[in-house]
């Protein structure tokens, strides 16, 4: 557990600029299938860790995600 714990904001970093990357090269939908994780665990970092910051930014970006999963499958 500690090993996860320790570890998720890294396995998030990656899959955040994954999905940066994927969207600047345009390529919809792969991109929310990166960042969408990326983003639960970044908000998943900041509640274990209790910093409000983290907590705050990437929390407020799960309604964006999803929304485009939203989009994506019953659009």
């Known amino acids: 557990m500690n090993f996860v714990k320790n570890n998720l904001k890294w396995l998030g970093t990656i899959l955040v600029f994954i999905g940066i990357l994927l969207m600047y090269l345009n390529i919809y939908p792969l991109n929310i299938f990166f960042h969408g994780p990326g983003i639960v665990a970044w908000t998943i970092h900041g509640y274990i860790h209790k910093d409000k910051a983290v ?6 970006q799960i309604p964006f995600s999803i929304i485009g999963f939203y989009k994506y499958f019953f659009m």
């Open 55 to 60: 907590l705050t930014n990437f929390a407020l």
